[in-house]
Protein backbone atom coordinates (compact mmCIF):
# COMPACT_ATOMS: atom_id res chain seq x y z
CA UNK A 1 0.00 0.00 0.00
CA UNK A 2 1.57 3.49 -0.94
CA UNK A 3 2.32 5.55 1.70
CA UNK A 4 2.22 9.18 1.65
CA UNK A 5 4.41 11.40 3.54
CA UNK A 6 3.80 15.67 4.02
CA UNK A 7 6.72 17.78 4.51
CA UNK A 8 7.87 21.38 3.77
CA UNK A 9 5.19 23.37 6.47
CA UNK A 10 6.53 26.47 8.88
CA UNK A 11 5.96 29.21 10.72
CA UNK A 12 6.02 32.20 7.76
CA UNK A 13 5.17 35.48 8.06
CA UNK A 14 2.13 36.89 5.56
CA UNK A 15 3.13 37.42 2.31
CA UNK A 16 5.57 34.72 2.85
CA UNK A 17 6.38 31.84 0.60
CA UNK A 18 6.34 27.96 1.71
CA UNK A 19 7.23 24.79 -0.91
CA UNK A 20 5.07 21.26 0.51
CA UNK A 21 6.59 18.00 -0.94
CA UNK A 22 4.57 15.07 -0.42
CA UNK A 23 6.59 11.90 -1.23
CA UNK A 24 5.10 8.42 -1.83
CA UNK A 25 6.56 5.10 -0.99
CA UNK A 26 5.30 4.24 -4.77
CA UNK A 27 4.21 5.21 -7.61
CA UNK A 28 1.95 7.95 -8.19
CA UNK A 29 1.40 7.05 -12.03
CA UNK A 30 -1.15 4.86 -10.16
CA UNK A 31 -2.95 8.02 -9.14
CA UNK A 32 -4.16 9.99 -12.16
CA UNK A 33 -5.16 12.95 -10.26
CA UNK A 34 -3.37 14.02 -7.54
CA UNK A 35 -4.14 17.06 -4.68
CA UNK A 36 -3.54 18.61 -2.11
CA UNK A 37 -6.24 19.58 0.64
CA UNK A 38 -6.04 21.58 3.87
CA UNK A 39 -7.99 21.43 7.55
CA UNK A 40 -8.02 24.08 9.43
CA UNK A 41 -9.39 23.89 12.89
CA UNK A 42 -13.33 23.77 13.12
CA UNK A 43 -13.54 23.00 9.26
CA UNK A 44 -13.86 20.65 6.97
CA UNK A 45 -10.61 19.16 4.74
CA UNK A 46 -11.18 21.25 1.17
CA UNK A 47 -8.82 20.31 -1.69
CA UNK A 48 -6.65 23.83 -3.31
CA UNK A 49 -5.02 22.00 -5.82
CA UNK A 50 -4.96 19.43 -7.86
CA UNK A 51 -3.07 17.49 -11.04
CA UNK A 52 -3.63 14.92 -13.72
CA UNK A 53 -1.03 12.57 -14.59
CA UNK A 54 0.06 14.77 -17.63
CA UNK A 55 0.08 18.00 -16.00
CA UNK A 56 -3.07 19.66 -16.18
CA UNK A 57 -4.09 21.61 -13.02
CA UNK A 58 -6.80 22.69 -10.93
CA UNK A 59 -6.95 25.42 -8.25
CA UNK A 60 -9.54 26.76 -5.44
CA UNK A 61 -10.43 30.09 -6.28
CA UNK A 62 -9.17 31.36 -2.90
CA UNK A 63 -5.52 30.46 -4.24
CA UNK A 64 -5.57 30.51 -7.58
CA UNK A 65 -2.71 33.19 -8.94
CA UNK A 66 -0.82 32.26 -5.46
CA UNK A 67 -0.80 28.22 -5.24
CA UNK A 68 1.51 26.39 -7.63
CA UNK A 69 0.86 22.50 -7.82
CA UNK A 70 3.14 20.01 -9.70
CA UNK A 71 4.09 16.50 -9.74
CA UNK A 72 7.44 14.85 -10.52
CA UNK A 73 6.07 11.26 -11.58
CA UNK A 74 10.19 9.79 -11.45
CA UNK A 75 10.36 10.85 -7.86
CA UNK A 76 7.04 9.70 -6.90
CA UNK A 77 6.72 13.34 -5.34
CA UNK A 78 4.03 16.17 -5.65
CA UNK A 79 4.78 19.80 -4.86
CA UNK A 80 2.94 22.96 -3.67
CA UNK A 81 4.58 25.93 -3.90
CA UNK A 82 2.87 28.81 -2.09
CA UNK A 83 3.03 32.41 -2.77
CA UNK A 84 1.76 35.75 -0.91
CA UNK A 85 0.92 33.69 2.00
CA UNK A 86 -2.33 34.82 3.88
CA UNK A 87 -3.21 33.82 7.44
CA UNK A 88 -6.28 31.99 6.32
CA UNK A 89 -4.06 29.94 4.71
CA UNK A 90 -3.01 28.53 8.12
CA UNK A 91 -4.02 24.63 8.24
CA UNK A 92 -2.43 21.24 7.73
CA UNK A 93 -1.80 20.25 4.43
CA UNK A 94 -2.18 16.99 2.88
CA UNK A 95 -1.82 15.27 -0.48
CA UNK A 96 -3.66 12.24 -1.74
CA UNK A 97 -5.50 10.73 -4.91
CA UNK A 98 -8.54 13.09 -5.99
CA UNK A 99 -9.81 9.56 -7.27
CA UNK A 100 -11.48 8.16 -3.57
CA UNK A 101 -11.26 4.45 -5.03
CA UNK A 102 -8.16 2.67 -4.16
CA UNK A 103 -6.91 5.67 -2.24
CA UNK A 104 -3.88 5.73 -0.16
CA UNK A 105 -4.49 6.35 4.15
CA UNK A 106 -4.29 9.97 4.42
CA UNK A 107 -0.80 10.90 6.39
CA UNK A 108 0.52 13.06 9.16
CA UNK A 109 0.18 16.12 6.79
CA UNK A 110 2.40 18.83 7.36
CA UNK A 111 1.61 22.18 9.52
CA UNK A 112 1.60 25.62 7.44
CA UNK A 113 0.64 28.66 9.94
CA UNK A 114 1.03 32.37 8.82
CA UNK A 115 1.12 34.97 11.11
CA UNK A 116 3.29 38.07 12.25
Known amino acids: QVQLVESGGGLVQPGGSLRLSCAASGSITTFYVMGWYRQAPGNKREMVASITKGGNTNYADSVKGRFTISRDNAKNTVYLQMNSLKPEDTAVYYC??????????WGQGTQVTVSS
Open 96 to 105: NSVATSGRPP
